[in-house]
């Protein structure tokens, strides 16, 4: 289990395309409204996640998780620093990432299928191709016989099921979520952090993941990013080494235990709570 580890000079093209599939150096984050005073989001924040890798961010609230991942998007700029992702500087969304918010925000008066693919046409992809792949993927998933339902015909945890297929379609390099289950129940949640356990490993989908739940970090992750309070900082990074494949039966464990007691100790010393 390591700490933040020491950023390389120069990445060899093999180095990034596997040990910095996602490169974040220096990064700053510093939001200036106009009536009121600035407020330091992040402050020199540096990462590296391999291809592949499941990766998650943990911290107390307004520690900046949610703007890393906005940034890491492409959907705000960054105050200082370098972020790349697959060897691309993020300036703007890059069509090799995909994103899940907090809720599904699936479109109302489009179908299930229709939603899905929402990527394919704002990027002008092959329609016929990526149908098929939208068919396949809410198979996977568990939604056949759904597609041409509309989201308020679907339970919360069907339609954040269709929200990541909609983030899938497209084949991203990069999956990108925002604490995607917060709004489900306990029972919902474990079911939907298995299934996303089994679509990362059959998509072999690089993800990071923002979670206010420490266990579910621990649960689905290889490595976790631990925040410190605002202005946000990486406090720990923490190697999970649990063997893999995983059930909900892992998180019983000593071993898992440990983990979790190591990452909320964080919070615990600084009088704050996940």
Same mark, same amino acid.
């Given at each position: 289990?390591?700490?933040?580890?020491?950023?390389?000079?120069?990445?060899?093209?093999?180095?990034?395309?596997?040990?910095?599939?996602?490169?974040?150096?220096?990064?700053?984050?510093?939001?200036?409204?106009?009536?009121?005073?600035?407020?330091?989001?992040?402050?020199?924040?540096?990462?590296?996640?391999?291809?592949?890798?499941?990766?998650?961010?943990?911290?107390?609230?307004?520690?900046?998780?949610?703007?890393?991942?906005?940034?890491?998007?492409?959907?705000?700029?960054?105050?200082?620093?370098?972020?790349?992702?697959?060897?691309?500087?993020?300036?703007?969304?890059?069509? $090799?990432?995909? %994103?899940?918010?907090?809720?599904?925000?699936?479109?109302?008066?489009?179908?299930?299928?229709?939603?899905? %693919?929402?990527?394919?046409?704002?990027?002008?992809?092959?329609?016929?191709?990526?149908?098929?792949?939208?068919?396949?993927?809410?198979?996977?998933?568990?939604?056949?016989?759904?597609?041409?339902?509309?989201?308020? $015909?679907?339970?919360?945890?069907?339609?954040?099921?269709?929200?990541?297929?909609?983030?899938?379609?497209?084949?991203?390099?990069?999956?990108?979520?925002?604490?995607?289950?917060?709004?489900?129940?306990? %029972?919902?949640? $474990?079911?939907?952090?298995?299934?996303?356990?089994?679509?990362?490993?059959?998509?072999?989908?690089?993800?990071?993941?923002?979670?206010?739940?420490?266990?579910?970090?621990?649960?689905?992750?290889?490595?976790?990013?631990?925040?410190?309070?605002?202005?946000?900082?990486?406090?720990?990074?923490?190697?999970?080494?649990?063997?893999?494949?995983?059930?909900?039966?892992?998180?019983?464990?000593?071993?898992?235990?440990?983990?979790?007691?190591?990452?909320?100790?964080?919070?615990?010393?600084?009088?704050?709570?996940?």
């Amino acid at each position: 289990m390591a700490n933040q580890p020491a950023l390389q000079d120069g990445p060899s093209t093999a180095s990034v395309d596997e040990a910095s599939w996602i490169s974040v150096d220096g990064l700053h984050k510093v939001y200036q409204p106009r009536k009121s005073e600035p407020t330091h989001a992040l402050s020199d924040i540096n990462f590296r996640v391999r291809r592949g890798e499941f990766v998650s961010v943990v911290g107390p609230s307004g520690c900046g998780k949610t703007t890393l991942l906005k940034i890491l998007a492409g959907l705000i700029g960054k105050t200082e620093g370098q972020v790349s992702i697959s060897g691309h500087e993020v300036t703007k969304p890059l069509p $090799e990432v995909g %994103m899940v918010f907090q809720a599904a925000t699936l479109l109302p008066w489009r179908t299930i299928l229709e939603n899905v %693919m929402v990527p394919v046409e704002i990027q002008k992809l092959d329609r016929a191709e990526h149908r098929t792949k939208a068919m396949a993927l809410l198979d996977m998933v568990g939604l056949t016989g759904f597609e041409n339902k509309y989201p308020h $015909e679907l339970s919360g945890g069907m339609q954040q099921r269709a929200g990541i297929c909609r983030a899938l379609v497209h084949d991203p390099a990069v999956l990108l979520m925002d604490e995607p289950f917060g709004a489900l129940d306990a %029972m919902t949640r $474990e079911y939907m952090n298995v299934e996303l356990l089994r679509i990362w490993r059959e998509q072999a989908a690089t993800i990071v993941l923002v979670t206010h739940s420490i266990p579910e970090a621990v649960f689905l992750s290889d490595r976790v990013i631990v925040m410190s309070p605002r202005p946000g900082r990486i406090a720990e990074i923490v190697d999970i080494e649990l063997d893999r494949p995983r059930d909900l039966s892992v998180m019983n464990t000593d071993r898992a235990g440990v983990y979790v007691s190591r990452i909320r100790h964080h919070f615990n010393a600084a009088s704050v709570i996940d």
